[in-house]
Structure formats: structure tokens, C-alpha cells
């Protein structure tokens, strides 16, 4: 296999007392060995539902992969048994979740929450365990003098690098970042986007960036991939997604960023809302939304289809950046 990461025809439900959340619906999404995805949608599309299963952690009950496949490095984790992902979690492929401080265990200092990490999976003594934590605390900028400290004495961009370093000390060949940098200000924020991209440069990491931040992954990513309620709505390059935009919810996604040559008063919203999980309707999931929509996207489901290169949609009516559709 080609890609260091595949995934095909996965579908994620929430089975509750309230009805079914059909959290993901047929998602299909390649990453390459070394590759940076930024992977983009607003809150609730199932951003960190879909790095949740690639790591085998949806909660059961009530949660449960009903279909599709994730192969990494060849292996298929949807079988893989509890004891072959836990030697692959934090190993070979890693998570930075949201928020550092309920990541952090805050009565263990974070040497030996670094430490615990690669005396599990690599097997050393706590003597070389301890020596390497100090090395993964330089490597993310934290002077080694402070491995004796506790979560509660570092700031907020301190403690994401404590995470990150976390995540880094197997040296995974996979690195899951969800939102790492929203509680942060802006300023910390640069700061551990720079720090992550040097260390990406490097150690050679393949990583999944998930963010509401268009302007990070123009930043920090070659690819990208748009989850518009629990679907991969579009999906290429950087390139792609920014100058040659087929979908028309991320031709939205761009028109609400402002523009710093642009004189304007109000900014440039989707109407609406994204559909109810539990009721999502026939056909297009985005019609309701979409300027371009015509009777086709109510009755029928369009398939995620490749354009040219790498460059996927999930329409029947792409669209020119400048505003045109393909299928008018």
C-alpha cells in the first residue's frame, strides 16, 4: 500500500436514548508517508470523531464504527484487537488533543509523564526513560531543569508543548493535532505552530492538523481535506482547495475570511446551519445551504468523485472560484 494512512467507506453512529448521531457517513481520506493534511470544518462536522476512530478511541457504548476500513502501515486497526492498538497508540501514531491542561495528569510532574510514555512503549530502563524525557523537553523548548515541575506551574502554551512533546517521544510515524492551538493567544499560537512545523521538518512526522484556521493550513499543511456533516466534501492540495475551489461550502469557508485589501462593514456568513446529525436530510447534506442547488441535490446523494490529480468533490454542481458552476 502506497499511503501510510487510507481510509475507505467509514461510517462512525452514536446509538443514544434520543435516536442515532450518524457521525460520519462513507469518509474516505489518504495521507502519505511525511504528508501534513489540514483537515477543516466548523463545529460538529466530526473532525474528532473521525481522529478518534483512527486511534480506536470512540467511546462503546454508544458509539460504533459500522462500516469502512483505516489501514496504517498496511494493518487494518477497525479489526486490530485492544492489545495491538494500545502497542500502536502513542507509538507509532500519536494525539495531541484540544486541551493540555485535562491532558495532563496534574499530580505526576512532566518528566515522568514523558518518561511513562517511553518506558512503555520502548521498553528501557526508567534511568534511559528519564534521560530521553529531558531530551524531548529541549527539544520542544522547555529547559530541562523543569521536568521536576507540575502542570499547574506552566502557562497555557507551556503546557501544549508538554503535550506535544507527549506525542513526539516515540518518534510516531503519525501525529494527530486536534485544534492544538485554540485556547491559545494568538502570539503562543505562531509560537507552537513554528515549533510544530521545525519538528515536523526534523523527525519527518506524518500529520493530521484539524482546525477552524484556513489561514493555519495555508500555513502548516500540502493538503487538505473539507468535513461538512460527517462527509469529506472536498479534498486536494493547498493549491487546490485555495485557487482552484470546487465546493460551494468551501467557496463560503474563503468568502467569510476577511481581507485586509477589502474596505467592508460586515463579514460575508453562510446562511444557516449545518443539519441535525440525527435527521440528516435526503440528498445533498449542504442544499439547504448552497446558492447552486437544484431538484437533483434533494432527491439524490452525490459520490465524492476526482476532478483532476488528487483534487476530490462531493457535488453535482462544482464550482469556478470566481463563481461560475461547472454544471450550469
Request: proline content about 5%; some cysteine; hydrophobic content about 40%.
Amino acid at each position: 500500500m502506497d499511503n501510510l494512512l487510507e481510509i475507505k467507506g467509514l461510517r462512525v453512529a452514536f446509538h443514544t436514548d434520543d435516536g442515532t448521531v450518524h457521525a460520519l457517513n462513507d469518509v474516505d481520506l489518504e495521507l502519505g508517508d511525511g504528508e501534513t493534511l489540514g483537515l477543516v470544518g466548523e463545529t460538529g462536522a466530526g473532525k474528532t470523531t473521525l481522529a478518534r476512530s483512527i486511534m480506536r478511541l470512540i467511546p462503546s457504548p454508544p458509539g460504533v464504527i459500522e462500516a469502512g476500513e483505516i489501514f496504517f502501515e498496511g494493518r487494518d486497526l477497525v479489526g486490530a484487537d485492544i492489545s495491538e492498538m494500545l502497542g500502536i497508540r502513542g507509538n507509532r501514531i500519536s494525539m495531541i488533543f484540544q486541551d493540555p491542561m485535562s491532558a495532563l495528569n496534574p499530580v505526576i510532574t512532566i518528566g515522568d509523564q514523558i518518561a511513562e510514555v517511553i518506558g512503555v512503549h520502548q521498553k528501557v530502563s526508567h534511568k534511559e526513560a528519564w534521560e530521553r524525557a529531558l531530551l524531548m523537553l529541549g527539544t520542544v523548548g522547555i529547559s530541562a531543569d523543569r521536568a521536576g515541575d507540575y502542570p499547574h506551574q506552566f502557562s497555557g502554551g507551556m503546557k501544549q508543548r508538554v503535550v506535544i512533546a507527549i506525542a513526539l517521544a516515540c518518534n510516531p510515524t503519525l501525529l494527530i493535532a486536534d485544534e492544538p492551538t485554540t485556547a491559545l493567544d494568538v502570539t503562543i499560537q505562531a509560537q507552537v505552530l513554528e515549533m510544530m512545523a521545525d519538528l515536523k521538518k526534523k523527525l519527518g512526522t506524518a500529520t493530521i492538523l484539524i482546525t477552524h484556521d484556513l489561514g493555519i493550513v495555508a500555513q502548516m499543511c500540502e493538503n487538505v481535506a473539507i468535513l461538512y456533516a460527517g462527509e469529506i466534501v472536498e479534498a486536494g492540495t493547498v493549491h487546490d482547495i485555495f485557487k482552484r475551489t470546487l465546493h460551494p461550502y468551501t467557496e463560503g469557508l474563503l468568502a467569510a475570511i476577511p481581507k485586509i485589501n477589502e474596505n467592508v462593514t460586515r463579514l460575508r456568513p453562510i446562511d444557516g446551519l449545518m443539519p441535525d446529525p440525527m435527521a440528516l436530510p435526503e440528498g445533498c447534506a449542504f442544499r439547504e445551504r448552497c446558492t447552486y442547488a437544484t431538484d437533483l441535490c434533494r432527491t439524490a446523494r452525490p459520490a465524492l468523485s476526482v476532478t483532476e490529480g488528487r483534487h476530490k468533490v462531493r457535488c453535482f454542481h462544482p464550482i469556478l472560484k470566481g463563481g461560475a458552476s461547472y454544471g450550469q
